[in-house]
């Protein structure tokens, strides 16, 4: 590991520290910081992913999206369970998705089961089994949505 | 502010409760877990938000909202594992019968 990734992950680990000790005197500020350096000097093991890091500032602008669809789909399911009729049709849908790289797939199964009203149930790189609950939220999956999303951010890195 | 936080955790509260329901009205492992994301998200969203309102603007907040986000990092996770276990061990999902 280069000296880089340790300076920034004692700076990390120590932040969560600060916020988390919420003491600013000097026992617990040093406390923090040796704590912080061992534990990142102890995780030196090379980075044993290849997988390129999720590219967090393209993200930004997915996770205020993501929100409102979990918004949305709780909104939905929230009818279906008080209503009286009970209005479910259960299946199971094979999804196969071209995203490619594992982050992007680990997200995509990650958000889809955040949804309500759809859970990944088995998850491989070029396809996902899914839950749904209700013809609503299967056509919500099949309109594919999420999946260009997330590929836009993804893409931009000169990769699908 | 006892007005917001109050209507927030009320309205966090609901959904836990619709949440509860779900998972006593719905036919099985794999439909219940539909109910169980409800309170993943909005349920704990609505009732720390209000927690967050209650304490005032204090470093507890970040607490909560670090809280928050480990929830939405795990929760996905944990239920894909049970349904994915469930499933490869047999259970097949319930269908409604064709009429």
Known sequence: MSPRTLILKTIGLFGLWVLLSGKLDAFHLSIGFLGAALIAWVNTEPQHLDEPPLPHVRLILYWPWLFLEIVKSSLNITKIILDPKLPINPRLIQYPTNLGSNPAVVLLGNSITLTPGTVTIEVSSSELVIHALDDKSSSGLESRDMERKIAEAFHSRGQT | ?99
């Open chain 2, 1 to 99: 502010m006892l007005a917001v936080d109050t209507l927030l955790i009320c309205i966090g509260l609901f959904f836990l409760t619709v949440a509860a329901i779900g998972i006593v009205r719905l036919p099985d492992v794999f439909s219940r877990s539909h109910a169980l994301s409800i309170t993943d998200t909005l349920g704990t969203f609505f009732v720390l938000t209000g927690v967050a309102f209650y304490q005032g603007l204090t470093l507890a907040d970040v607490k909560i909202m670090l809280i928050l986000l480990a929830l939405w990092h795990l929760n996905p996770v944990i239920s894909h594992v049970i349904l994915r276990a469930a499933l490869r061990n047999g259970v097949r999902p319930w269908v409604k019968e064709k009429k």
